[in-house]
């Protein structure tokens, strides 16, 4: 899976966290390990070490409810990956549709929204495609692995001004809007969650193009041996969904239900 802006960047070092719960279902202190590539809002390391989001705690519920120890280890996606491939890890958070190697969830927990951002004033008021973007420059953020319709239209593009951003050194989060404020790009391509948490802080002239550029959701990737864990969490995941639960947490978290992502 390609992560939200914080949550594609290549993070080398690995955050342990141990959690423990106790419950009826199985054996007490059984572990799953859990890795993950930050993507903020929905599931995050911060500077100071807390661990965060909305993932988290869907995650440590159904924990508590089966009698498990949920170990997450901070790992740079790729390196993720092939850990659960391998059933070295239980699980990724989060993964996209039709990824090879691994059991994907029928439950998304997130979802992939890449939108066009650009200056207030610009005269585009909606996306219809790429082309619409021949000749102009381009913000990128280095390290991000863009979907193709985004990578194979760099062909087209007048310049591609790359932007190096790491939350955990630099914390510098409105660089790219401000190169956009001051016309030196003319549009980036940026999560809808992210921007969302980013807008409803702060005041920028800038504007969201709807629709998404690309949009895919997203859900845990399970390891091909982990058939216990596998079901124990998709039946629980299935029981939120349906509640409204998800929603509900989404909303009281990050301010917008998780079915309007």
């Known amino acids: 899976m390609l992560t939200s802006i914080t949550g594609k960047r290549i993070i080398p070092f690995a955050f342990i966290l141990t959690t423990f719960f106790f419950g009826p279902e199985v054996t007490a202190n059984e572990t799953i390990r859990a890795c993950f590539e930050n993507w903020s809002p929905y599931y995050e390391?911060?500077?100071?070490?807390?661990?965060k989001g909305p993932v988290f705690e869907i995650?440590?519920?159904?924990a508590a409810e089966i009698n498990v120890t949920v170990e997450y280890s901070e790992l740079p996606y790729k390196r993720c990956l092939s850990e659960v491939r391998n059933n070295q890890f239980d699980m990724i958070l989060l993964s996209s549709p039709g990824v090879a190697g691994i059991v994907e969830s029928k439950t998304p927990l997130a979802y992939w929204n890449l939108m066009a951002v650009v200056k207030k004033d610009a005269l585009d008021k909606e996306f219809d495609e790429m082309l619409q973007f021949r000749g102009r420059n381009v913000?990128?953020?280095?390290?991000?692995?863009?979907?193709?319709?985004?990578?194979?239209?760099?062909?087209?593009?007048a310049t591609e001004?790359?932007?190096?951003?790491?939350?955990?050194?630099?914390?510098?989060?409105?660089?790219?809007?401000?190169?956009?404020?001051?016309?030196?790009?003319?549009?980036?391509?940026?999560?809808?969650?992210?921007?969302?948490?980013?807008?409803?802080?702060?005041t920028l002239k800038v504007k969201i193009l709807r629709?998404?550029?690309?949009?895919?959701?997203?859900?845990?990737?399970?390891?091909?041996?982990?058939?216990?864990?596998t079901r124990l969490f998709e039946e629980r995941l299935a029981q939120l969904s349906r509640s409204g639960e998800l929603d509900f947490l989404y909303k009281s978290r990050l301010g917008i239900p998780l079915s309007a992502f």
Do not use: C
């Open 211 to 229: 629709p998404p550029v690309h949009s895919d959701p997203s859900m845990i990737g399970y390891a091909p041996n982990s058939k216990k864990t």
């Open 45 to 51: 390391v911060t500077t100071d070490g807390r661990v």
């Open 139 to 157: 913000g990128t953020y280095a390290g991000y692995l863009y979907p193709p319709i985004i990578s194979n239209s760099r062909s087209q593009w």
């Open 161 to 202: 001004t790359i932007v190096n951003y790491n939350e955990k050194t630099d914390g510098d989060q409105l660089r790219i809007f401000r190169l956009i404020e001051q016309g030196r790009i003319d549009v980036a391509f940026l999560d809808l969650a992210w921007l969302h948490s980013i807008l409803a802080k702060t």
């Open 59 to 62: 995650i440590d519920r159904i």
